[in-house]
Every structure is written in structure tokens, then in C-alpha cells.
């Protein structure tokens, strides 16, 4: 009996032959969640001497630098995509993916392996890199010989909003689903980690001089303050002036806003390490919650200049 495919699934599988990049997001945000788990690992047991510790401390390198090779698959074919007219195969960015992730986990399995085989991570590494680029710089080259043409879709079967959000990474449009989703993320995560006591250990935080000790679900939960705080000024600009902010400036907000928060994590954990009652360089995080706010208000500013008329119940 010949399988009759409704328009809901030939919709979604159009869609996944058009943004092939789409193959990178999982293993690119696994790879950043294992090394943001492991840095915390290591900075929560300084000065240990167990083997885990030394695993874990060699994941965070390992686990980073497969994130950025992820990124960069991510980048390459989004680039080709928008810049020129081929339509890359997503079979082979499918075999470019899962194989890059089958030959990651072999690296981490092979950092906890009992018999470790000298430079098996770096070397696996090389191969993803290597064997990643040659199947990409073939699906181009077997794109732009074949004369396939992007953009070329069923009348029947139109781009969804989805669809459209891939020409943005699939970032939201709005920026107050942007910070909402982040701080809904952070304070579940933060929550669930007080509940579940996972990971059980208590946090060294220097504050006033001194270092406290505190569970590490509540740096999370405060990790989620500026986000849920930015969301709602976001809403209540947009809902009570009627803002339209622009696009490209919320996006910017939100990476300023996410790469102060690494920045403190990252000067916390320099504090454990080097056993400092203070935050290293307090400059630097004050320049970026600095930038934050500056980068938020040039948004307001110019979406006061095309306000439009507020909602009206």
C-alpha cells in the first residue's frame, strides 16, 4: 500500500531539506552543556586530587572546543545558504552531524576509559574537523554542479513562522520571549537543583571580604534575575507605549547580556580556584552590565522615535 504523506509532514520535511544547518543545534548545545557541567565540577572541588577531577577538567577543553567546530559547521552552511543560490543536501549534513557526534562521545568515553590511548581526544578531534569539512566542501561542490536553486518551494506547502526564524539562528523575534525563555530556563534549572540537591555542593561565593558557602541552585536562580528583569521591561514598554524595538539591538542585548553572566561565573570560578575573597577584575563585569543597559536604552530610544499606538482592550 503506497504511503500517502499529509501536508503537515511534506511541509516539515521541506523545511528540514532547506535549513540543513539545523543538524548542528543539538550537538553544539550538548557539547556547551557538558563543558559548562564539567567547569563546574572542577571549580566547585578545587586543589582535588582524584581521577575525576582530572576527567572532568579535560572534558571542559574538549567539550569547548567540539562547540566551536559544531558552530562552525552551523555557520558554513548558514552562510552558503543565505549568501548564494545552491541548495545544500541535507543527507549529508545528517551523516556530517551524527558522524562529528558518534566520534565525540568516542572522546569522552575515551577520557574515562581505564586504558587511555595517548592523544585519542585531540585526534578525534582532528578527524571531525578534517572529515567535517571535506563532506561540506562536497555538498557545495556537488550542490552548485547539480544547479539546485534555494527558495524553490510548493505553492502548496508555504514557509512557516519556524521556517522564517531560521534566517535568525531561530532566535524568537520578540525580546521578551528571548530574556523570558533564558530566565524561565535558569530558574527552572535553579530551582530543580535546590529541590533535587543536585549537584550536592555548596558553592564558595566571596561577598564582603569573606567567602560563604552556598548551594549552587541559588547562583542559578540569581543568574535568572537580569533576564526576568529585562523581559519585563521589554513587556511593559511594549504594552504600555507601544515600542517597537528593533530587531538586531535586541539580539545584541541579549548576547551582552548572556556574555556578562559567563563573565561572572567564569571570575567566580577564578576566585575558588586562586582562593581570593574578592571577584577578579570587577572592572571588566561592571563595563559589560555597563553595556547592557546602554545597549537597552539606544533600543528604547529608537523604538520611542517609531512608536506607534499602544493597544487598547
Not at 150 to 167: F, K, L, N, Q, Y
Not at 214 to 240: D, H, N
Request: proline content about 5%; some cysteine; hydrophobic content about 50%.
Amino acid at each position: 500500500m503506497k504511503t500517502q504523506l499529509t501536508t503537515t509532514t511534506r511541509k516539515y520535511l521541506v523545511e528540514r531539506n532547506l535549513f540543513p544547518e539545523t543538524r548542528f543545534r543539538i550537538p553544539a548545545l550538548g557539547c556547551l552543556l557538558g563543558s559548562g557541567c564539567s567547569a563546574i565540577y572542577v571549580a566547585s572541588h578545587p586543589g582535588s586530587q582524584s581521577a575525576l577531577f582530572a576527567h572532568a577538567r579535560d572534558l571542559v577543553v574538549y567539550l569547548g572546543i567540539a562547540f566551536l567546530i559544531f558552530v562552525l559547521f552551523y555557520l558554513e552552511h548558514y552562510l552558503v545558504r543565505r549568501l548564494t543560490t545552491c541548495k545544500l543536501d541535507d543527507r549529508l549534513a545528517r551523516w556530517q552531524s551524527s558522524g562529528s557526534s558518534v566520534l565525540i562521545l568516542a572522546g569522552v568515553a575515551g577520557t574515562f576509559w581505564p586504558l587511555q590511548i595517548a592523544d585519542l581526544p585531540d585526534d578525534l578531534l582532528f578527524v571531525v574537523g578534517i572529515v567535517g569539512e571535506f563532506l561540506f566542501v562536497w555538498n557545495v561542490i556537488q550542490a552548485f554542479a547539480s544547479g539546485e536553486i534555494t527558495g524553490i518551494v510548493s505553492p502548496a506547502v508555504p514557509r512557516s513562522e519556524a521556517a522564517r526564524g531560521a534566517d535568525n539562528f531561530g532566535w524568537p523575534k520578540s525580546p521578551v520571549k528571548q530574556f523570558s525563555i533564558a530566565a524561565g530556563v535558569l530558574a527552572a534549572g535553579g530551582i530543580c537543583s535546590i529541590v533535587l540537591n543536585a549537584p550536592s555542593v555548596e558553592i564558595q561565593v566571596p561577598l564582603g571580604g569573606e567567602m560563604h558557602l552556598m548551594r549552587f541552585g541559588w547562583l542559578v536562580l540569581a543568574a535568572a534575575i537580569p533576564f526576568g528583569l529585562y523581559s519585563r521591561l521589554y513587556k511593559m514598554f511594549i504594552e504600555t507605549w507601544g515600542i517597537e524595538f528593533d530587531d538586531s539591538l535586541s539580539r545584541v542585548h541579549f548576547v551582552v547580556t548572556i556574555f556578562g553572566v559567563i563573565l561572572a561565573i567564569w571570575q567566580w570560578e577564578q576566585s575558588v580556584m586562586m582562593r581570593m575573597t574578592t571577584l577578579p577584575g570587577p572592572e571588566a563585569l561592571s563595563a559589560i552590565a555597563g553595556l547592557s543597559v546602554i545597549v537597552f536604552v539606544i533600543n528604547a530610544h529608537r523604538g520611542f522615535r517609531r512608536r506607534r499606538s499602544p493597544r487598547r482592550k
